[in-house]
């Protein structure tokens, strides 16, 4: 089994920046692609990025130019550079890597304030 912990949520002015953060601990050696994906308040989830074991990495066009996933393999860990935040950024973000099933971190809020 495999499982997430995501940290580096919180609060932040318009234009500012975070970095989000999820480790992964169990059977890491069967993670193909890891990625991110968030929920607004009363919204569905959508997709932000991901990143494959090769390291190819993809976007959602709301966050391309603004976002960058990285994975560190030593350290087991994916991460979401966010830059130029705006306030509909503001959401739950969900870390997830992909085994034979998909497993889900248990999120963390981003705030972002106009």
């Known amino acids: 089994q495999v499982q997430l912990v995501e940290s580096g949520g919180g609060l932040v002015q318009a234009g500012g920046s975070l970095r989000l953060s999820c480790v992964a601990s169990g059977t890491i050696f069967t993670i193909t692609t890891m990625g991110w994906y968030r929920q607004a308040p009363g919204k569905q989830r959508e997709w932000v990025a991901r990143v494959i074991s090769g390291g190819s990495t993809d976007y959602a066009d709301s966050v391309k130019g603004r976002f960058t996933i990285s994975r560190d393999n030593a350290k087991n860990t994916v991460y979401l550079q966010m830059n130029s935040l705006k306030p509909e950024d503001t959401a739950v973000y969900y870390c997830?890597?992909?085994?034979?099933?998909?497993?889900w971190g248990q999120g963390t809020l981003i705030t972002v304030s106009s």
């Open positions: 997830y890597a992909d085994v034979r099933i998909r497993v």
